[in-house]
């Protein structure tokens, strides 16, 4: 099974001292990344974080996807438990679309200039589905 790959900025990558190996799925390139290959989060899937470097390669790390209860915001509920160990540059996979770009988690339209903010209660305007429904943790939901 392959995990996931999700953008994380790796500016917050915590240092191999650091007590807290985590990192969150907050950032824009995130949000967009996951409603695009439109993965439900799920608390203890297995995720890989990526971000590009300066030269031609990424940076990935693999990590295990958490969900904080106590976030007040759905936005900020999700982090990844980075396993420091798995650090790796790698070839940037080709990519259709530019990481920045949200789409609709139901139906895949470019919310691009379609939405002038983006909360938990956004709806797209195509389909009517919730934008931000892939954070909602589906623990119990086995489909
Ligand atoms: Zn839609």
Same mark, same amino acid.
């Given at each position: 099974?392959?995990?996931?790959?999700?953008?994380?900025?790796?500016?917050?990558?915590?240092?191999?001292?650091?007590?807290?190996?985590?990192?969150? /799925?907050?950032?824009?390139?995130?949000?967009?990344?996951?409603?695009?290959?439109?993965?439900?989060?799920?608390?203890?899937?297995?995720?890989?974080?990526?971000?590009?470097?300066?030269?031609?390669?990424?940076?990935?790390?693999?990590?295990?996807?958490?969900?904080?209860?106590?976030?007040?915001?759905?936005?900020?509920?999700?982090?990844?438990?980075?396993?420091?160990?798995?650090?790796?540059?790698?070839?940037?996979?080709?990519?259709?679309?530019?990481?920045?770009?949200?789409?609709?988690? @139901?139906?895949?339209? @470019?919310?691009?200039?379609?939405?002038?903010?983006?909360?938990?209660?956004?709806?797209?305007?195509?389909?009517?589905?919730?934008?931000?429904?892939?954070? @909602?943790?589906?623990?119990?939901? /086995?489909?």
């Amino acid at each position: 099974m392959s995990a996931p790959r999700v953008y994380a900025d790796f500016n917050d990558l915590p240092g191999p001292t650091d007590s807290d190996q985590r990192m969150r /799925l907050s950032y824009w390139g995130s949000l967009c990344d996951l409603a695009r290959q439109r993965i439900r989060l799920r608390d203890g899937m297995p995720i890989t974080v990526y971000d590009s470097s300066d030269g031609d390669e990424d940076m990935e790390v693999d990590g295990i996807a958490r969900y904080n209860v106590s976030a007040a915001d759905i936005r900020f509920a999700w982090y990844v438990e980075i396993e420091p160990a798995t650090f790796r540059r790698v070839a940037p996979p080709m990519r259709e679309l530019a990481s920045t770009i949200l789409t609709c988690f @139901h139906c895949g339209v @470019h919310l691009d200039g379609l939405l002038t903010s983006v909360d938990a209660s956004t709806r797209c305007p195509r389909c009517g589905g919730g934008v931000l429904d892939f954070l @909602h943790s589906s623990e119990g939901d /086995l489909a």
